[in-house]
């Protein structure tokens, strides 16, 4: 199969180019602040094992961590010009063995851009335009740095309402930061423990130095060392110590499509001298040509026929639901559940308990689990298949508020489909979608945990297999499937179980009332892989 199945940003590109963000990320290009991954030559040597190598995102690959994990932990792979990747990779070769190799590195984000000079470099004028396209750029502070659950449901409701009354000048000093000497009398006036002073103190400090111009100078120690404080000369007290979050920072640095940074002079203890080098610190935006050729290839073969069958569904639905998710395909997950309410007789389905022990109501954790699909999936997966699978995702545990009600959770599924049933219903959604959507979310997802819970076991993977076959010729209309797609089926609905478990684990976020975001107790954490990407989390599960 040939066809190639674009992703959002290639679907949305127009609209993509005339927004704020956009334009703030140009003005950082423009003015030398960044470059673009695309515009760059970059290679990396090493000593090779005599088999394909590709860019690992926890940088475990032959083991070889030399240069290439800091004190701080953070994979992150160095790459330069040719000559020099070739001379590191024979000097790395005359200490390990092996063989030469020099790899090209690229990004498979079109956006990807690495920080290229100091911002207290360019002319006055254009450092303002730096810093405000910076401000642009910069999350709220709880999105970028979310706050951890701990406590029982009372003191988790209490602390949450707490939070939510309070402003960021409960954080501040006169200089507009919170420094470390100061902590202390800010937990006093704000009747919050240490540890949340330091948490919401530290990422109004980080936002605040951004905004000031502190780029660099913030990312050469989030790389290069495990510090979260540095120091800073006021006018008046001379230099003290300011927390700050290396949470937020990352976050700044994903939402700005800034992948790494080329530092100048950097001392290579194997070439014994100093040499330019541009330091990746997301590995899950850039890799080989070769295996990002191989991932494109492999994702369109495998989502191929249900990427054009969905796409076609959807274009003729009259739904304003699916209309919305099908017209932007970065909607948010509020705005989702938003739509969702307005369905008469859901929105005090929505608001009802959906039975965690944090007390989250369905609209919390249906946020929530959308929330991990945006920021694991939708960026990798063919266009067409958003709305579908979004659909899925809101409607995933649409009766367990129900179930939960009458004290019967173990048989939710029921509640879920019949639900949903209703809801889809309401909403105008067509027949084809609708059945598709239900099959998903009810045995779909049922043979999907049993195979999990199995470990992968050669049985379970036949169950779920047979059951993709079967739904995936009844919503493509057709006698006969090939493997690729079945295989295509399976893993949608893999997607859906795996963003649903992820709501229960530290790397999901919920917004909780007051707009008060929460890091997630990691009640299944252990079912997740471990270390990966600079940010520590990815909603892969453990291989079955």
């Not at 100091?118 to 405000?132: Q, W």
Request: aromatic residues 8%.
């Amino acid at each position: 199969m040939n066809e190639r199945y674009p992703s959002r940003r290639e679907a949305m590109a127009d609209t993509i180019e005339q927004g704020e963000k956009y334009k703030a990320m140009q003005t950082l290009l423009e003015l030398g602040v960044c470059k673009k991954v695309s515009d760059l030559e970059l290679y990396h040597g090493r000593a090779g094992r005599g088999e394909a190598w590709r860019v690992d995102p926890s940088y475990d690959n032959a083991g070889n961590n030399t240069g290439n994990r800091n004190v701080n932990k953070i994979p992150a792979l160095n790459t330069g010009e040719y000559n020099i990747a070739r001379e590191f990779s024979e000097a790395r070769v005359s200490v390990e063995g092996g063989t030469p190799e020099v790899h090209r590195i690229i990004s498979n984000d079109p956006d990807a851009m690495v920080i290229a000079s100091d911002i207290f470099e360019l002319s006055k004028r254009d450092r303002e335009k730096a810093l405000g396209a910076i401000s642009v750029l910069c999350p709220n502070v709880m999105d970028g740095a979310p706050i951890t659950i701990s406590g029982g449901r009372k003191e988790f409701r209490e602390r949450t309402g707490l939070i939510g009354r309070l402003s960021p000048r409960s954080f501040k000093n006169k200089y507009g930061l919170m420094f470390e000497d100061e902590v202390s009398s800010i937990e006093r006036e704000t009747g919050l423990e240490r540890d949340l002073v330091v948490h919401i103190g530290s990422a109004i400090n980080t936002q605040k130095l951004l905004r000031n111009g502190g780029l660099v100078a913030l990312c050469g120690t989030f790389v290069n060392s495990s510090d979260t404080m540095v120091s800073v000369e006021t006018e008046h007290d001379g230099i003290k110590d300011l927390p700050f979050s290396r949470e937020y920072l990352s976050s700044w640095l994903r939402s700005s499509h800034i992948v790494g940074i080329i530092s100048h002079g950097d001392q290579s203890a194997t070439l014994g001298r100093n040499i330019d080098v541009c330091r990746f610190f997301d590995l899950t935006k850039v890799n080989t040509p070769e295996a990002i050729k191989d991932k494109e290839r492999s994702r369109n073969q495998v989502f191929g026929k249900i990427a054009t069958a969905m796409g076609e569904r959807s274009q003729r639905t009259e739904s304003e639901l699916l209309q919305a998710l099908k017209s932007n395909l970065y909607i948010k997950p509020q705005e989702i559940v938003r739509i969702a309410r307005r369905t008469p007789g859901f929105d005090e389905v929505f608001e009802a308990d959906a039975g965690n022990w944090e007390g989250f109501k369905l609209a919390e954790h249906t946020e929530t689990v959308l929330r991990v699909f945006d920021d694991n999936y939708a960026d990798y997966i063919p266009a067409s298949t958003l709305p579908v699978i979004r659909l899925a995702l809101l409607v995933h545990d649409i009766g367990k508020p129900e179930a939960v009600r009458r004290g019967d959770k173990k048989n939710q599924k029921q509640y879920n489909v019949a639900y949903a049933k209703k809801f889809m219903q309401l909403n105008n959604i067509d027949g084809a979608t609708s059945e598709l959507v239900l099959s998903m979310i009810g045995e779909g997802m049922s043979f999907t945990s049993e195979m999990i819970a199995n470990r992968g076991s050669i049985v379970s993977k036949w169950r779920l297999m047979n059951y993709c076959e079967r739904i995936a010729k009844k919503y493509l209309d057709t006698d006969q499937v090939d493997r690729e797609t079945i295989v295509g089926f399976r893993n949608i609905l893999e997607i859906l179980q795996t963003c649903d478990s992820a709501a229960y684990t530290t790397m999901a976020i919920t917004r909780a009332q007051n707009n008060v975001r929460y890091r997630n107790y990691g009640s299944f954490d252990s079912s997740f892989e471990g270390y990966t990407g600079f940010t520590g989390r990815r909603a892969r599960l453990k291989k079955h």
